[in-house]
């Protein structure tokens, strides 16, 4: 399917306030090898994560040790809808932490969570107060929220590393980050996601859709990245620079509708 039809797509389910996309492990351990040095001694919270089925939650638990956590936190969102996996309606939004202890479990069932009072809205007192004691936010929240979910990290000064839909860089609130130097694209740019695992009833689209090896029906939008606030050494490789601006001008026009040029290697 065409860029811009799955582009469609996503942008219906972000009308449609369907936020079901989740996402696969092996996207998560793609881009996170590149930051393991950042989260030594840290407390990491995914706040839009069941820890009974993210992925983000699971990547953190299994890599706890060799990231030297300090603690992982994950909370999730009362679901409306009944839950992807396991059929189960949850009433109230509920959280885990785990610290690496021993005995402690890795993989909670619902018996082991805790539950919030009330529905685990990552804007909710509750969820604040979680998010007040973390340090690193590592999640891939609603897309319809995406502007709201920023500017909460913005406005606690906490460390993200997010995934978010294309567009979301053209926001201006998102944009501003960017050219502030206050937040920049994932290692793996707007190759980092291959496809999000969707419920049943969700359509399969784009180039590489497909039911995977454990059943999981993955579609691939093409059109998602990640965000980040996180140092990596890719920021700081020298650009092997070919060219100049100055006397090279008419190979660089300005942009009808905005004072600047596309500085992108031709
Ligand atoms: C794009 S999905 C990603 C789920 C998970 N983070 C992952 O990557 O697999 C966004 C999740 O945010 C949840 N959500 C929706 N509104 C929310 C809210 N206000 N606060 C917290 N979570 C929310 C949805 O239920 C959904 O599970």
Redesign the pocket.
Known sequence: MARNATNELLQKAKKS?S?????QLSDIESELQHYKSNFRNKVVY?????PR????YNYFALNFKELGLKKLIS???I?QERDLFNNVEFER?CFYEYTGAEGEKIKPSSKDIIHFKGD????SAE?VKLLMKSDIVV???????FREFVAQLVKYDKKFLI?GNVNAITYKEIFKLIKENKAWLGINLGRGISG??VPEHYELYGTEARIDSSGNRIVSPNNALWLTNLDTLKRHEDIELTKKYFGNEVEYPKYDNYDGINGSIQ
């Open positions: 306030k936020d079901e996309f989740y996402t995914c706040n839009c994560d069941d089925i993210s992925n983000f909370a999730c969102y679901n939004g685990g809205d990552f804007r969820s999640t891939n929240p609603p897309f319809s929220l995934i999000f695992i």
